[in-house]
């Protein structure tokens, strides 16, 4: 159900508007197999293992009642989960490929993962000390805004991207289960439920700040990305399949193997759980590396092809209008194949214990996600149109309504604001805006063709807080405080 929208807009375009080509065609149909069984074994796999693993780290973290040990383990936990995350590593390539190697991966991965760390520690120490999240956003935003100042637009499209990228598959449930874990230990304060979120939505913070900074001090030089990489001629059918395979198996086991190092460690000196949910939780990590490679194989291999050329098709056709209204379709039903979305919206349902229910908040997602990639392909068919014309306006409204609303939902939204722009956006919405881009004669890939992410992540903040203010308006008629 959640998967199959996405698949069928591409098959009647297939067959009406934009021809993919027989071989092209057969592998989006293949990877579309893939991403449905990949994502159904990944999701039963994180609830036997990541998100338990995390929770035993974040009761533990708290019950050491030492501030340095609960921040030294928010640096290093922060770190190895970023630069581990499949996410990153996409977007970190496109980059890389983009500006012929003038921004380097690893350069995008080790400034990310440092900065998630420390904002790891940060959003952990928020929590232990009941510092409102609101403030702290205020704070660091304003930071930004400083720092955007002194940065090119390129590096302003990359640093809001890896915000949304860092927050992929693997590192959201692990988070959104620790801050849990933390919150609900922590006797300083009593409301858990509030301290329960924000801390994905922190944590993006610090990819911004990060490549921010590397944009500043590390001045490549006149940065253009003209056009995309050749693509690689597969073959065969199977091609793409196999050789991204391996690549990714290897990639996912270092995402999971500091996780399952530290939970065996613990285990042995700390956790003591049973032998029973010892195994279930090993077993449920190999389902979560299974379903997550089968996930993000069918992705690489069989949608992002796709993507660059309906992309590219669309534009061609000579009507504007009609790449703007499909867009909009695409980021509609998007969000609905984001793995980690799913743990956002089941984990906001069961802590509020049903008051806020999942299918809302994915409508409201999936509308606010839909103007976000609309307005992202306006921004590259319209010559002078640039991404800070909607980021700032949107990010200071942001600002303003998390004032007024109640705190957990600036807190979820917040959170919404990372888990949205997942590997589906990061791979199959990416590929299509850099398609456009590509086709657009006024348009710049590097400058146009990323960006996307950054208004994708942008626009659950917007929507989910305005529900958050309707949800305040009907409460306070109903005789309660804005706050319950």
């Avoid at 936990?77 to 890389?96: K, M, T, W, Y």
């Avoid at 232990?128 to 100042?149: H, R, S």
């Avoid at 799913?342 to 229910?357: D, K, P, S």
């Avoid at 149109?385 to 939902?409: C, D, K, M, Q, R």
Wanted: glycine share 10%; net charge neutral.
């Amino acid at each position: 159900m959640a998967v199959l929208p996405i698949a069928l807009i591409v098959i009647i375009l297939n067959f009406t508007l934009v021809p993919l080509g027989q071989t092209n065609f057969l592998r989006f149909l293949l990877g579309t197999v893939l991403v449905i069984i990949g994502l159904s074994i990944f999701l039963f796999g994180v609830d036997l293992s990541v998100t338990k693993i995390a929770n035993l780290i974040g009761n533990h973290l708290t019950r050491s009642n030492s501030v340095i040990i609960v921040l030294m383990a928010g640096l290093i936990l922060g770190f190895f989960i970023s630069i581990a995350e499949p996410d990153l590593h996409i977007l970190a390539n496109q980059v890389n490929g983009v500006t012929g190697g003038m921004i380097t991966k690893n350069s995008i991965l080790v400034t990310v993962s440092i900065g998630i760390a420390f904002m790891l520690s940060l959003g952990l120490f928020r929590i232990l000390f009941a510092v409102p999240l609101k403030i702290i956003l205020w704070v660091i935003y304003g930071l930004i805004f400083v720092l955007t100042l002194f940065t090119t637009p390129e590096f302003l499209a990359i640093s809001f991207d890896a915000s949304g990228a860092t927050t992929g598959a693997m590192a959201v449930p692990f988070i959104l289960a620790l801050a849990v874990g933390v919150a609900s230990q922590n006797k300083k304060t009593l409301r858990s439920e509030e301290d329960s979120f924000g801390l994905v939505g922190l944590i993006s913070t610090g990819a911004i700040l990060g490549v921010l900074i590397l944009g500043i001090f590390s001045k490549p030089g006149n940065l253009s990305g003209s056009e995309l990489e050749a693509a690689v001629r597969y073959p065969t059918l199977l091609s793409p399949f196999l050789h991204h395979l391996p690549i990714i198996a290897k990639e996912i086991a270092l995402a999971l193997f500091p996780i399952l190092l530290i939970f065996v460690l613990g285990q042995k000196l700390v956790f003591k759980v049973s032998k029973k949910v010892y195994r279930s939780i090993l077993m449920g990590s190999l389902y979560t590396f299974v379903g997550l490679v089968l996930f993000l194989t069918g992705v690489n291999a069989g949608f992002m092809e796709a993507g660059e050329i309906v992309g590219s098709g669309l534009y061609e056709l000579g009507y504007p209008w009609l790449t703007v209204l499909i867009s909009f379709i695409l980021g509609l039903v998007v969000i609905l194949a984001e793995p980690a979305v799913y743990v956002l919206t089941n984990q906001i349902e069961e802590i509020t214990a049903g008051h806020i229910r999942r299918k809302v908040v994915l409508i409201a997602l999936s509308i606010g996600v839909a103007f976000a990639v609309a307005l992202s392909v306006v921004r590259i068919l319209v010559p002078g149109l640039e991404l800070w014309h909607f980021l700032l306006p949107g990010y200071i409204i942001a600002i303003v309504l998390s004032t007024i609303v109640p705190n957990l939902f600036v807190g979820i939204a917040f959170d919404s604001g990372g888990v949205a722009s997942g590997p589906m956006t990061a791979t199959f919405i990416l590929a299509f805006a850099q398609g456009i881009a590509t086709s657009t004669p006024d348009a710049d890939v590097l400058i146009d063709g990323f960006g996307i992410i950054a208004m994708v992540a942008m626009a659950p903040i917007l929507a989910l807080q305005i529900l958050g203010l309707i949800y305040k308006i009907k409460s306070v008629k109903g005789g309660l405080t804005g706050n319950e």
